[in-house]
């Protein structure tokens, strides 16, 4: 995944289930249903890794979440170019020594550990406390 | 266990108008003082006694350096714990190739966490080990036996360099790694890859979570801790095997009735799911395939296909799980006269494994006179985080 990943993705994200299926060349059948994302339930997913190497969760006929997953040849650094302003750290479910940047104007979320990223997310913009509340779920403290 | 005061500082003037004495009498003299003092004390309080080889009697703990570790004994029997320490920590180095060395846990943990202030990772402490904690990581290790040290040249894994290479105690782990990062006192336990190095913590003392002993709780701590290492390579096929549950490593799939991992602490990631599938595996193994009674799709559920994971790569380089009185709640007592169970160690699947004999009173962590889970306690039942 590189940066363009996330800059199509942002694209896709406005897009209805029939435009994304039109722009992806995907088929209706590509659609698995019954399936959450975190704190989004409900929903249906398309993942096609041979079209888009993103994760399109969907519900009520639209994007409602992007999953990019762990890329080899981008960084954090390259990514914070495609989002603009301060982003706000959260524990990431991916490990200790891993940070979730949430940037909620920009609809941009990255689990980093310095330029190694565990996975992106990109979803619409929101407030953070929306965020928190509809997406994230914060992982219990590491242990172990 | 109590926590021993130092014997008093004696001043100057009464130093020097003292006799002089020969060093090791001094020595003598000091443990004297301070832990004949502090057994008088207690003996006319009434604080905690435990059976030692004359009766009733104090707990007295006392710290030796053995292999350059610090090491906790009891007074009582401080020659034969400071020589099972001893021997542990050689057989531990000899047959799986791994040091203890605490100083490396520390400069791991330095390594890695590079955004926290140097003030904090400087406060940084080595921890005393409890033989409880010697003997639970040689416990720990034996499951691991064909893919460590020299057995691990005729194993599956014999191109890889082995992934954990010394194991230490340290006081306190960091929570976070960014400026804002400071020592805590949940962390149980970490592994440090750069450094090979897997660091057990004072948190640990008395922790007990997912098994009511706490020899088995360490003893799961070390197994979870080495899997991040050892079994790292295997991370892909084991999301593949899990059925769906897992994405990728990081993000569950949300299917209806994906079977779920065993402990909560599981659902962190499939990483931790996969080494939590590798505690519950060698402790308790009909508790990984049948399960705490959840429903499917919920942790604590049965488990099957995890444990099929387990047992496929057990079978290139693992003993199978043992199918012994250790399992569950049907321990026997040290003494019962049945006493003999067998950890198969795999010879590095040349003849498909053998044997080694352990007593159970050296597989059972709590030494005498230490505390125990009471019998009949139910396994997995939460209980509080013990922080010291």
């Known amino acids: 995944m590189a940066a363009g990943d996330v800059r199509t993705a942002m694209e896709l994200l406005e897009l209805s289930e029939e435009e994304l299926l039109a722009r992806l060349g995907a088929d209706e059948d590509d659609i698995e249903p019954g399936v959450r994302y975190e704190g989004l339930e409900n929903l249906s997913v398309l993942y096609r890794?041979?079209?888009?190497?993103?994760?399109?969760?969907?519900?009520?006929?639209?994007?409602?979440?992007?999953?990019?997953?762990?890329?080899?040849?981008?960084?954090e650094t390259e990514l914070r170019g495609v989002v603009h302003g301060l982003g706000v750290d959260l524990p990431s479910r991916a490990g200790k020594m891993f940070n979730h940047r949430v940037y909620v104007e920009a609809g941009i979320a990255i689990s980093a550990d310095g330029d190694e990223i565990a996975f992106v997310e990109v979803f619409p913009p929101c407030s953070l406390a929306e965020y928190e509340h509809d997406i994230y779920r914060e992982p219990g403290p590491f242990i172990r | 266990m109590k926590e021993r005061s130092p014997a008093p500082q004696v001043d100057a003037v009464e130093r020097s108008a003292r006799p002089r004495t020969r060093p090791e009498s001094s020595r003598v003299l000091d443990l004297q003082r301070s832990a004949g003092n502090q057994a008088t004390a207690d003996l006319l309080s009434g604080a905690e006694h435990s059976e030692g080889p004359i009766g009733a009697q104090p707990v007295q703990r006392w710290t030796e350096t053995v292999e350059g570790e610090d090491v906790e004994v009891s007074f009582w029997r401080m020659k034969k714990e400071k020589a099972e320490a001893a021997a542990i920590i050689k057989d531990i180095k000899d047959k799986y190739g791994i040091a203890l060395d605490s100083k490396a846990t520390i400069q791991g943990i330095k390594d890695q966490y590079t955004n926290v202030p140097d003030k904090v990772k400087n406060s940084l402490e080595t921890q005393k080990w409890r033989?409880?904690?010697?003997?639970?990581?040689?416990?720990?290790?034996?499951?691991?036996?064909?893919?460590?040290?020299a057995q691990r040249a005729s194993s599956t894994r014999k191109d890889d360099a082995q992934e954990v290479t010394s194991v230490g105690k340290v006081k306190q782990a960091i929570n976070t790694n960014k400026p804002i990062g400071?020592?805590?006192?949940?962390?149980?336990?970490?592994?440090?890859?750069?450094?090979?190095?897997?660091?057990?913590?004072?948190?640990?003392?008395?922790?007990?979570?997912?098994?009511p002993d706490e020899g088995d709780q360490l003893t799961?701590?070390?197994?979870?801790?080495?899997?991040?290492?050892?079994?790292?390579?295997?991370?892909?096929?084991f999301i593949a095997a899990t059925d769906g549950y897992w994405t990728d490593r990081n993000t569950k799939s949300g299917k209806a009735g994906a079977e779920a991992p065993i402990t909560e602490y599981g659902e962190t990631n499939a990483a931790e799911d996969m080494c939590e599938a590798a505690m519950m595996y060698f402790l308790k193994p009909n508790r990984l395939k049948n399960?705490?009674?959840?429903?499917?799709?919920?942790?604590?559920?049965?488990?099957?296909?995890?444990?099929?994971?387990?047992?496929?790569?057990?079978?290139?380089?693992?003993?199978?799980?043992?199918?012994?009185?250790?399992?569950?709640?049907?321990?026997?007592?040290?003494?019962s006269g049945d006493d003999k169970v067998m950890f198969a160690e795999a010879s590095g699947g040349t003849d498909g494994g053998g044997g080694q004999e352990y007593d159970i009173g050296e597989l059972t962590s709590t030494p005498p006179g230490e505390s125990s889970a009471p019998p009949g306690e139910k396994p997995g039942a939460p209980e509080p985080t013990a922080v010291a």
């Open chain 2, 291 to 335: 399960g705490d009674g959840a429903a499917a799709g919920t942790h604590g559920n049965p488990c099957p296909k995890r444990f099929a994971f387990m047992e496929k790569i057990g079978k290139d380089w693992v003993p199978p799980p043992p199918a012994t009185p250790l399992i569950d709640d049907e321990v026997k007592p040290p003494g």
């Open chain 2, 131 to 149: 033989l409880i904690d010697l003997r639970s990581l040689q416990r720990a290790l034996a499951f691991y036996a064909p893919i460590l040290g």
């Open chain 2, 220 to 237: 799961g701590t070390f197994i979870h801790e080495i899997a991040h290492g050892l079994l790292n390579y295997a991370q892909a096929d």
């Open chain 2, 182 to 211: 400071k020592l805590d006192t949940t962390t149980l336990g970490e592994y440090f890859r750069a450094k090979k190095n897997m660091g057990l913590f004072k948190a640990s003392e008395g922790y007990k979570s997912d098994f």
């Open chain 1, 49 to 75: 890794p041979d079209l888009f190497p993103g994760r399109i969760y969907l519900r009520d006929g639209r994007p409602q979440i992007i999953y990019l997953s762990a890329p080899e040849d981008t960084t």
